[in-house]
């Protein structure tokens, strides 16, 4: 049986299709089968692949023009021996792939985007995302009986590498895809220097340099002048490098994948559409901390965030391993399947609510916050309900919120309610006078939190305080329009804070910020 795996690379799509292809015919390979790669154009050497791997081009004039004239050469180089296509190329859909099953047993599609009609027997889709196979699109699958393997288990990643004895000196390593520009990592170290010089020079780069990179000269000057910057050309295996670093800073996309599998903390940035992936499907493979594209336009923050995760790194390496375990076997389990004739199940991962017993309605709980719950506490600030009443009533950015968070020190703690967050709510700690001064805020979630909730909650925290505390004042403050947080404050024993403590009025508005459209007050312990 032979193979045929219709699939391109360019300097704007980069690497990643080629690369995870070749995987795929290395395992096809030692099946025992042949296997054939055709792209538009080829040139030799351009990466060192399996010598049993034929790789072919399609135009040796011209260009892609559409899928009709792309399938009609397809079709001229593969009719002789006709078997099974493996399709991964975002131009190729139902129209191609209805022409090529006319010729050949079998369509295989590898997809990332899930926008596309395709006419196939599988299709394959390894985006984090769809660990949960319910948020998968199934509409746009026309063939009948097609079967569908979804998500990290079925990433083509290599399971080889080459491990380095440890060292002491931190490791950080800069990717920027298989066609990225190496001239924003080349101004980002530089920023770096200026943000925390002898940090800097503690730290070990390595920046990856792939054969569609542009850019390469800003690197190449910088390392002649940093003796601790490292330039790691023609690597064909990643994974020889991320196995072997603390830190990733990369554009996310199948990397995030292969650095969830290496175990390596990272600090993702999604620079297109095939790349985006929702903030809990990112978490489960253990990436929890990922920024979109517009991030890229502030190297001052960015270069602070990445000194301020290298001083923080052990809390940033706990939360690394994750609940789903990416692993190398996805080649295996996708070439077992295409030669099965049985139909994969999909299985629908979504949670039912109404599986909930109904003696646990009410059931709540508190834990101390986490960095796990890092992206969840922002968002729950970020909803209009809980800016309505605040000073800042701007959504804060998550580059912004993941400064500020392994920068503070502050006491959170988040309200569970049958094992959903509703509220999170913080004590920050000051002094006035050489008396000890706390304030609490809590935020709110969109569903599925009462009053009682909020003062069950409240009136735990001030148990707590007054444990950990022996004296001191805690203030409380409410915008006047807020019905809710003026009322409950008084319920919990506050009291406003009379004129005869204007100084301490004072002391408090600027601490926090405060307009004369607050009410301040206060209660002592």
């Not at 940035?269 to 920024?291: A, C, P, T, W």
């Not at 329009?481 to 804070?497: Q, R």
């Amino acid at each position: 049986m032979h193979f045929h795996i219709r699939t391109n690379f360019n300097d704007k799509i980069g690497l990643g299709h080629l690369s995870r292809t070749s995987r795929l015919a290395n395992k096809i390979i030692e099946k025992g089968f042949e296997c054939s790669i055709y792209v538009d154009k080829y040139e030799k050497n351009f990466l060192n692949f399996n010598k049993k791997i034929k790789i072919f081009s399609l135009y040796q004039k011209g260009r892609f023009i559409n899928e009709s004239k792309d399938s009609h050469l397809f079709i001229q180089k593969t009719w002789s021996s006709p078997g099974i296509v493996i399709a991964d190329d975002y131009r190729l859909t139902k129209i191609w792939e209805r022409k090529i099953l006319k010729f050949h047993t079998k369509i295989i599609v590898l997809e990332d985007l899930n926008t596309s009609q395709h006419y196939a027997d599988i299709i394959i889709n390894s985006n984090p995302t769809f660990i949960d196979s319910s948020k998968y699109n199934y509409n746009f699958s026309l063939k009948k009986n097609c079967s569908f393997l979804l998500g990290p288990k079925y990433s083509l990643i290599n399971s080889q590498f080459k491990k380095q004895p440890k060292t002491k000196n931190f490791k950080l390593v800069f990717y920027n895809g298989g066609s990225g520009d190496l001239t924003y990592i080349e101004k980002l170290i530089r920023q770096i220097v200026k943000e925390n010089k002898n940090l800097f020079f503690k730290t070990q780069f390595k920046v990856i340099i792939s054969p569609l990179s542009k850019g390469k000269k800003k690197i190449i000057t910088l390392k002649k002048k940093y003796k601790n910057i490292n330039i790691i050309e023609n690597e064909t295996n990643i994974n020889n490098v991320l196995i072997n670093s603390s830190l990733l800073v990369s554009s996310s996309g199948m990397i995030s994948l292969e650095a969830s599998y290496c175990k390596i903390p990272s600090l993702l940035f999604q620079v297109s559409k095939n790349q985006f992936v929702d903030r809990i499907s990112m978490e489960k493979i253990g990436h929890y901390l990922v920024l979109r594209k517009e991030a890229l336009a502030n190297k001052k923050k960015i270069a602070k965030l990445i000194t301020l995760l290298i001083l923080n790194y052990h809390r940033l390496k706990k939360i690394t391993f994750s609940h789903f375990s990416v692993d190398a076997k996805g080649a295996d389990r996708i070439i077992k399947q295409i030669l099965s004739n049985n139909r994969k199940i999909v299985k629908n991962n979504s949670n039912n609510s109404n599986e909930i017993k109904t003696n646990q309605q009410n059931e709540r709980k508190i834990e101390k916050v986490n960095d796990k719950n890092i992206n969840a506490y922002l968002e729950m600030r970020n909803l209009k309900k809980n800016r309505q009443y605040i000073k800042n009533k701007k959504k804060i950015s998550f580059l912004d919120h993941y400064i500020w968070w392994f920068s503070s020190k502050r006491n959170s703690f988040i309200l569970k309610k049958n094992k959903k967050p509703v509220m999170f709510f913080y004590n920050d700690k000051t002094s006035f006078k050489n008396s000890k001064i706390v304030w609490t805020g809590w935020n709110a979630s969109e569903s599925g939190l009462s009053g009682l909730d909020v003062l069950w909650a409240l009136k735990r925290n001030i148990n707590w305080l007054k444990k950990k505390y022996k004296k001191f004042y805690l203030i409380g403050t409410a915008h006047k329009d807020n019905l809710f947080a003026n009322s409950h404050t008084k319920f919990l024993g506050y009291k406003l804070i009379g004129k005869d403590n204007l100084s301490l009025i004072k002391f408090i508005k600027i601490k926090l910020k405060l307009s004369n459209k607050f009410n301040i007050y206060i209660t002592k312990f």
